[in-house]
Each structure stands twice: as C-alpha cells, then as structure tokens.
Nanobody
Framework: QLQASGGGLVQAGDSLRLSCAAS????????MGWFRQVPGKEREFVAV????????DYADSVKGRFSVSRDNAKNMVYLQMNSLKPEDTAVYYC??????????????????WGQGTQVTVSS
C-alpha cells in the first residue's frame, strides 16, 4: 500500500514536498516513483528512484526543479518540488515496481499505485 501526502495550494515559484509512505512490500528492493495527471489528460511520468537511491530519472518538464529521494529506513519516498509553475497543477501519484525499467516507468507500466494528492499552483 502506498499513501501519498503533502499536496496543497501554492503560488507560482513556491516549493512543496510530497511524501509517500509504503507498507506491505519489501521497500528497499522496490523502485519508487511519481506520476501526475490532469483531468482529461493522460497520466504523466514525473520522477523515479531506484532501490538504492543512487539512480534517478526525471521528466524533461521537471528536470532541475524537482528532486526525488527515498529513506529506506522509514519506507518513505519524497518529491521535492521547487520553482513550481501553474502547469505543474495535477494530482500526483506515488508508484512502485519490483523492477527498474526506464521504459516501463516512462510509459506508466507499473504494478503498484497509491492514491493521489492534489497539487495546485496558482499564477
């Protein structure tokens, strides 16, 4: 089970940190990541971090602004979002998969999903 939190309403240029608590899986063996979705649009890959935390990947739209990290001791994954823009407004979802496959993460072919948390960035 994945439980995301930390969403909210912020202004453009602000920062926000999302958290995702994992349970019921061997967390330190799973690749963890984030997606987002706007109503009427397809779900979009945002960021991924491999089991050790040493490998990360980001969507081009968030590179340099967002940072994904994990704490294996706490079964937590985080998404630090800086310099937020109105186009970052979406429901953000935490996800997990036993395998780190860049293609699968880019396409959203992921096995475990959490509920979303709303992020709204006003201009």
């Amino acid at each position: 089970q994945l439980q995301a939190s930390g969403g909210g309403l912020v202004q453009a240029g602000d920062s926000l940190r999302l958290s995702c608590a994992a349970s019921g899986l061997t967390f330190n063996t799973y690749t963890m990541g984030w997606f987002r979705q706007v109503p009427g649009k397809e779900r979009e890959f945002v960021a991924v971090v491999a089991w050790s935390g040493g490998i990360t990947d980001y969507a081009d739209s968030v590179k340099g602004r967002f940072s994904v990290s994990r704490d294996n001791a706490k079964n937590m994954v985080y998404l630090q979002m800086n310099s937020l823009k109105p186009e970052d407004t979406a429901v953000y979802y935490c996800a997990a998969d036993a395998i780190y496959n860049s293609y699968n993460w880019q396409k959203g072919f992921i096995n475990i999903w959490g509920q979303g948390t709303q992020v709204t960035v006003s201009s």
